[in-house]
C-alpha cells in the first residue's frame, strides 16, 4: 500500500509540475468561454463581461493539487509569514465587503475570484517547488510567439482574429483600434495577442528583463541558448518600441538601468562582461528605428491626434473618478462596478464605450473599493517589499529581475488601470510579485 501511495504522490508531482509550467505558458493568451455579455443601447460594455479563462483552469488544478501535496509546506509557510498572509486576506475581506454590497454583484463577485486566484498565484510560486530558470525560459518562449506575431501585425499594418488563441481583430480604419495617427498616415500599434497594445507592453518588458538576466546567467557552453536569448532581446526590444507606449519606452530605459546598476554592484562579477552583448543588440535594434523617427518622435513629442485625444480622455476620467469618490468614498461603487456607475452619475449622456476606467489603478481602487480598501492595498504591498528587503541576502539574480519588473508595473499603473481591470494583468502583477521574494525555504 505504501509503495502504491508513493507512487500516485510521484505521478501527482509530475502532473504538477507539467500544469504549473503550462499555466505559465498560456497565462499570456486570452483563450476564453464567454459567460456574459451586457449591451447599453447596443454598445457592447467592456468592463462588464465574464468569463472562464483556460488559464483559469490550470491555475484552479494546480491550487487542489498543491493543497494535498504540499498541505504541511503552506502551513508552515503561513505560520511564518503571518503578516503577509493576514494582509492578504483581509485585503480580500473588505473586497467580499464591496462585492456584497455592489449594485452589480455577479460581476463583482467575478473580480474576486480573480483577486482570489492572483493571491493564490502570490504564495503558490514562493511555496511549491519551481525552477524559476526554467520558469523564465517558458514564459520567454510564450513572449517570443507574441513578439513574432506584433511584428507580423506591424509589417502587415493588420491583425487577425482566432478564437482559439483569444485574438481579435483590429482594423487600422476602425474607431477604437489603438493607432499612432500622423499629418498624412496612419500606423497601427501592436497587440500580440492582447487586448491593448499598453498591455503587451508590460509584457514585453517583462519579457526583455528576463531575456537579459537569463542570457548573462546561461553557461557559454550554450550557444543554441545563447542565440535563441539574444533573438529575443532583440525581438522584444522591437515590439516594445512598436506598441508605441510611452509609459512603457520609460519604464523600460529605467528598469535596464537598474538592472546593470545591481549587477555592477553585487557580488555577480562574472556577469558584468556577458551584459555587453545584450545591450549591444538593443542598441542596434534602436538605431535601425531611424527610418521611423517621424512616428516615434511624433508619439514623444505629442504631436498626433491620438496623443492630445488620450491626454484630455485621462483628465475626463480623473473627473469621473472624482465624482465616484466624492459620493462613495469608504465602500466605493464596488468591485468591478466603476464604469457602470459613472454611467448612472452621467445620466448616461454618452454612449458606453465612453466611459473607461481612471488611468491610475490607485485612484481605481479608491474609487472601487474605498479609502479602506486602498489603506489594506498599500499595506499588503509594504509587507512584501519589506519581506524582499529583510532578506536581501539572500536575493538572487532572478528574483531582482523580477521585484524591477514589479516597479515598472506598479509606476505604470499609475498612468494606465491594465494592472488592475485586465484578467492577464492583475494575475501578471501577483505572479511577478511573489517571484521577486527569494524562495520560501521550510525551516526543520
Not at 511564518?80 to 456584497?100: R, T
Not at 520609460?250 to 562574472?270: D, E, G, K, Q, R
Not at 505629442?302 to 459620493?327: F, G, P, V
Not at 466611459?355 to 473599493?369: D, K, S, T, W
Request: aromatic content about 16%.
Amino acid at each position: 500500500m505504501k509503495n502504491t501511495s508513493d507512487n500516485v504522490h510521484s505521478y501527482l508531482n509530475i502532473i504538477h509540475k507539467y500544469f504549473f509550467y503550462g499555466f505559465v505558458f498560456l497565462l499570456p493568451w486570452q483563450t476564453i468561454w464567454i459567460v456574459r455579455e451586457v449591451f447599453f443601447d447596443n454598445e457592447k460594455w467592456q468592463y462588464g463581461t465574464i468569463g472562464i479563462y483556460l488559464s483559469d483552469l490550470l491555475l484552479v488544478t494546480l491550487i487542489i493539487l498543491s493543497i494535498y501535496l504540499y498541505k504541511d509546506r503552506i502551513l508552515s509557510y503561513f505560520t511564518q509569514n503571518k503578516k503577509l498572509v493576514i494582509s492578504a486576506l483581509l485585503f480580500f475581506l473588505w473586497g467580499l465587503i464591496s462585492a456584497l454590497l455592489a449594485d452589480d454583484k455577479t460581476l463583482a463577485l467575478y473580480f474576486l475570484f480573480k483577486l482570489f486566484f492572483a493571491f493564490n498565484l502570490f504564495f503558490l510560486v514562493q511555496i511549491i517547488p519551481i525552477k524559476i530558470r526554467t520558469l523564465s525560459f517558458i514564459f520567454i518562449t510564450s513572449i517570443f510567439i507574441q513578439s513574432t506575431l506584433g511584428l507580423y501585425q506591424f509589417v502587415t499594418q493588420n491583425t487577425f482574429a482566432q478564437k482559439l488563441l483569444g485574438i481579435s481583430h483590429h482594423d487600422i480604419w476602425r474607431g477604437g483600434t489603438a493607432i499612432i495617427n500622423t499629418a498624412d498616415e496612419r500606423w497601427l500599434r501592436i497587440y500580440g495577442a492582447m487586448p491593448h497594445p499598453n498591455i503587451f507592453g508590460g509584457l514585453l518588458l517583462c519579457g526583455l528583463l528576463l531575456s537579459l538576466y537569463l542570457y548573462i546567467t546561461t553557461k557559454k557552453s550554450s550557444t543554441i541558448t545563447h542565440i535563441f536569448l539574444l533573438a529575443s532581446i532583440a525581438l522584444t526590444t522591437t515590439s516594445i518600441v512598436l506598441t508605441f507606449s510611452r509609459i512603457t519606452w520609460i519604464t523600460a530605459i529605467i528598469s535596464i538601468i537598474v538592472l546593470i546598476i545591481f549587477i555592477f554592484t553585487s557580488h555577480h562579477y562574472n556577469t558584468r562582461k556577458l551584459l555587453a552583448p545584450g545591450l549591444l543588440i538593443i542598441t542596434t535594434t534602436l538605431l535601425l528605428f531611424g527610418t521611423l523617427h517621424h512616428v516615434l518622435f511624433s508619439r514623444v513629442t505629442h504631436d498626433t491626434t491620438y496623443s492630445h485625444n488620450s491626454i484630455s480622455d485621462r483628465h475626463l476620467y480623473i473627473q469621473h473618478a472624482t465624482q465616484i469618490i466624492e459620493k462613495k468614498p469608504i465602500l466605493g461603487a464596488g468591485l468591478s462596478n466603476y464604469t457602470n456607475t459613472v454611467l448612472y452619475i452621467n445620466n448616461h449622456e454618452q454612449p458606453i464605450w465612453h466611459y473607461q476606467p481612471v488611468h491610475n489603478i490607485y485612484i481605481l481602487i479608491l474609487a472601487e473599493i474605498g479609502i479602506i480598501g486602498l489603506i489594506l492595498f498599500i499595506i499588503f504591498f509594504i509587507f512584501v517589499f519589506h519581506q524582499i528587503y529583510t532578506q536581501r541576502k539572500n536575493v538572487t539574480i532572478a528574483n531582482y529581475t523580477f521585484f524591477i519588473t514589479t516597479i515598472s508595473i506598479l509606476l505604470i499603473a499609475f498612468f494606465d488601470h491594465w494592472p488592475w481591470t485586465s484578467h492577464f494583468g492583475l494575475l501578471f502583477l501577483f505572479f511577478i510579485l511573489g517571484l521577486s521574494l527569494p524562495k520560501y525555504t521550510q525551516q526543520k
